[in-house]
């Protein structure tokens, strides 16, 4: 990290009194380089040691100084030899708790001794104590008083101790305060927002005075931190817009025709497009009239039709002679898609080529060519679409479902297939994440978002009920119940993380002990280990309303689509996400039969366990469930861009802050018209030198 030209917080973290090479290896781990990125290492919280506390008032899980005059210490045998001492100042009593002890501490903390003390708080066998505080003899005349600012306690890492931190950033302020860090942020903007100028807040959050609103500072919604994440919000804005730019910067084939395979596709389906799908359908149109490519992001809960638009987008690109390829996480739901594509666009006249991992051989070779040589105008798979070896004749459209498998990295190579002719292609990108729109915003920068906010007609929520495991049988009964009446059901095994093979095995037992409990009942299994001909098959005779019951992994979490199937049932539903059980559960309530899932769960649930499966019971709107989810997982997760990095940030939480979102917006426009040469000293100070977002 550097910030243009000799300043002293560029200076590596080896230029600070005391800091050799051995230390500087160690900071880096916490992605400490410069003096600079020292000022930019945040406390993770701060102690307050400015002031003793009335031993009276103190709860359980304060961290607190008291003053105190020792009544009593005496060493007693439990498990373990404890040194016990207790601790009064005339308002409370308290016990000091060591586990570890020498002869010379036994010898001084004798009755009659004032110290002043610092720890954590607990309850213990006989009212409050503390394990191993800090302390020191407070009757001596020179006993340092207490700390005239807060401590602040610094992220950890393995051989810094805190108070080599303190010093640190104690010497980084000194040298920042000397020096001027440089404020990238222009006065009139900081004016309107109300927030402080950079080196006062760096000042503040570094040693909050005395009096400073713990509880603000605790929560991260002081002025002074606001200010930061301010700051790196926008930051991170500005450089997703400059890729954006970038991308735009590309040309790409205009698909201005006049949509004559559209209108045939639309005259042949059994249904009408809902107002959303039209309406998402033309800003997709506007977009591909361009000559430089669509980056749209289409978000539509589960059910809603986003594949019906993918294919009119497709179907713009080949009137123009181009190719369109549409890529899915899973090798069933690109199965499904391909089908799809076939059943809508083979009586066009238009063949489709699937390509997936598990096609090899002669077979593939041959999908290959004809990918190559622009004989198919469409092509499904997985992944393996942007592997090495696929060539396009004239991709001119890509499309990517389910958005959150895939890192920015994975679209962007996808990016790259099309460069051929010097044109890029289009891309549309379709997720069943509802992503609230301020982080849409914000994590998406470089994409236009288009929302599909409505189901198609005549669907009825899904009723969610939680059922412990031991109530099996009663859930074996409803599904009795429901194949009676001539619906079918899922049951979703439990997803096994280190194994495919054991997964298979637990659900071939499960679907054995299923199919001996319902023996009326047909019962099937798919799962990833099968060929992709036998799951195809399988999941044919169950659309075909040939199986009652099809017991399956995880597999069928996307896409999967069989209307009259009203009831699922989520086994180990406390081991899911949310956003996985909330995509799973949209297998149901697809067709006009009211549908309800089972969330079977082995007890005792943790905390986060519970709520994830109170949050389902209480709503259906896959715009809640995420607005919920990310306020129990963080957006990193949300967005399934922990891997990528992207929006890895120091200071700012997107849940927290969500509030400024809008006026980074704003402010992210005004730098770029009125102070661009601002803008590369913040990116660099904040993400680094554009690694970040991994150009390809
Ligand atoms: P998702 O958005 O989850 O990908 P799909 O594209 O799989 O949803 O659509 C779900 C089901 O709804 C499919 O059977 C599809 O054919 C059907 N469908 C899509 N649009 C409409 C509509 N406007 N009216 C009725 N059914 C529709
Ligand atoms: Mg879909």
Redesign the pocket.
Known sequence: MTDGGGTSEARPVTALKGVGQALADKLGRLGVETVQDLLFLLPLRYEDRTRTVPIGSLRPGDRAVVEGEVELAEVVFRRKRTLLVRLSDGTGFLTLRFFYFSGAQQQQLQRGLRLRCFGEVRRGPVGLEIVHPEYRRADVPDAQAVEDVLTPIYPATEGVQQGRLRILTAMALEQAARSTVRDWLPPELLADLGLPPLQAALEYVHRPPPDARLDLLAAGRHPAQRRLAFEELLAHQLSLRQLRKEVRRDPAWPFGGPGELERKLLDSLP????GA?RRVVAEVRADLCQSSPMLRLVQ?D???????VAALAALRAVESGCQAALMAPTELLAEQHAQNFERWLRPLGLPVAFLSGRLTGRARQAALDAIASGEVPLVVGTHALFQEGVRFARLGLAIVDEQHRFGVHQRLALREKGAGGGRFPHQLIMT?TPIPRTLAMTAYADLDVSVIDEL??GRTPVSTVAVAESRRDEVVARIHAAVREGRQAYWVCPLIEESEVLEAQAAEETAATLAAALPEIRVALVHGRMSSADKERTMARFKAGEIGLLVATTVIEV?V?V?NASLMVIENAERMGLAQLHQLR?RVG?GKHASSCVLLYRPPLSDTARQRLKVLRETTDGFEVARRDLELRGPGELLGTRQTGLMQMKVADLVRDADLLPRVQDAAEMMLARHPANIGPLKRRWIGAGARYGKV
Request: hydrophobic share 30%; no cysteine; aromatic share 4%.
């Open positions: 249904f009408a497009l809902t799908q539509g589960v059910g809603s039709g986003k594949t019906v069943a198609p007609p896409g689509d209307p949209g697809r």
